[in-house]
């Protein structure tokens, strides 16, 4: 099994789309991360873990299930890289191969001592772009192998129709 945990305000700050709406509204960026995590899980298959520190969140802990993502709000005097060191502590084992997609080299160098590996912002968003062009590939090779009809017709019949269609039988 593999498990990429999004340090979510890093990629948020990283990320000049999301960077843009978090000017306007950070609750719209939050969710714009976490859709296209939603992309990148149900393309990829691996489980993804997004976590926000409590910064610009003030509250009580909390953990979410959106378009089968895991969001984590972490505690208020917890940052989210003291979380994802838990999360990484956690989960990584000899089936689970964890990934932390982070540009905080700080955050990086902890975590692969702990086994995980890191994926940097830009990486992730290369990889995102990469997906989202094989998906718009994946889409237009099924839209030109579609039937025009739903039954196949040869061409003799489909003129024998249309004339009557046109009442011109």
Not at 42 to 48: D, F, I
Not at 68 to 86: G, H, L, P, S, Y
Not at 156 to 161: G, V
Request: proline share 1%.
């Amino acid at each position: 099994m593999v498990v990429l945990v999004v340090d979510g305000y890093n990629i948020i700050g990283a990320w000049e789309e999301l960077q843009r709406l978090k000017e306007k509204d950070i609750g719209q960026a939050r969710d714009r991360l976490i859709e296209r995590m939603a992309e990148y899980q149900a393309y990829s298959g691996h489980r993804v873990i997004v976590v926000f520190d409590a910064y610009y969140v003030k509250g009580i802990a909390s953990k979410l299930h959106q378009y089968k993502v895991d969001v984590i709000f972490t505690k208020e005097k917890e940052t989210a890289d003291e979380c994802i060191e838990k999360l990484v502590k956690k989960i990584k084992n000899i089936k689970t191969q964890v990934y932390v997609a982070t540009s905080d080299y700080a955050e990086q160098r902890t975590i692969f001592g702990q086994g995980a590996l890191r994926k940097s912002a830009r990486e992730l968003l290369i990889e995102m772009t990469d997906i989202d062009r094989e998906i718009k590939a994946s889409i237009e090779i099924h839209k030109k192998d579609q039937p025009l009809t739903k039954i196949e017709l040869d061409q003799e019949i489909l003129e024998k129709f249309e004339k009557m269609r046109r009442g011109e039988t």
